[in-house]
């Protein structure tokens, strides 16, 4: 009773012209809106966020009729992805600001990742190193057996290791 036949009340104003955006190019179009992520004020002023899809739909004449709106509440989801983005930032900075050196290689032995202080240090830019192989630039040819036997394991066991080996300066 509070919204029937009534401007909606809780599309907050900076959500406003986007969401007019959408509803407009619904009703002049008939362009249906999918997934679009916006947010909604609950009656007593919490905000939500929301995934809304729209589309019109016709009387039995096939007239226009109206439009039918869904929005299902993300506002968890939204919560936990701030939450991992903020883990890792963290996790980030610690690393970038290491004097330990961190090096990050995919399954396929390429460096995904080096941080700040292993670049310096070998004297090596991010576009140098990224995508490269690990072994093949770094590590000296009397290694490589080694090296690849602890990849496979920690491909195959999953578990947390440390190795040490002599780099390539």
């Known amino acids: 009773d509070d919204v029937r036949d009534r401007q909606i009340p809780f599309v907050p104003q900076s959500e406003r012209m986007s969401t007019q955006g959408k509803i407009d190019g619904l009703v002049s179009e008939g362009r249906p809106c999918s997934d679009f992520e916006t947010s909604r004020t609950t009656k007593d002023g919490r905000r939500l966020d929301v995934s809304l899809s729209a589309s019109r739909y016709q009387d039995h004449q096939g007239n226009s009729a109206g ?89 195959v066991d999953q578990e947390p290791t440390t190795h040490r080996n002599r780099v390539l300066t």
């Open 67 to 155: 439009i039918l709106v869904i929005l299902r509440d993300i506002t968890d989801r939204k919560r936990a992805e701030e939450e991992l983005r903020r883990e890792r930032d963290f996790s980030t900075t610690l690393v970038e600001s290491s004097p330990t050196f961190f090096v990050a290689v995919n399954s396929g032995g390429k460096m995904i990742m080096m941080n700040q202080s292993m670049l310096t240090e070998l004297g090596y830019t991010t576009d140098e190193v990224i995508g490269t192989d690990y072994a093949a630039t770094f590590v000296p040819e009397e290694d490589h057996e080694e090296l690849t036997k602890v990849f496979e394991s920690l491909m």
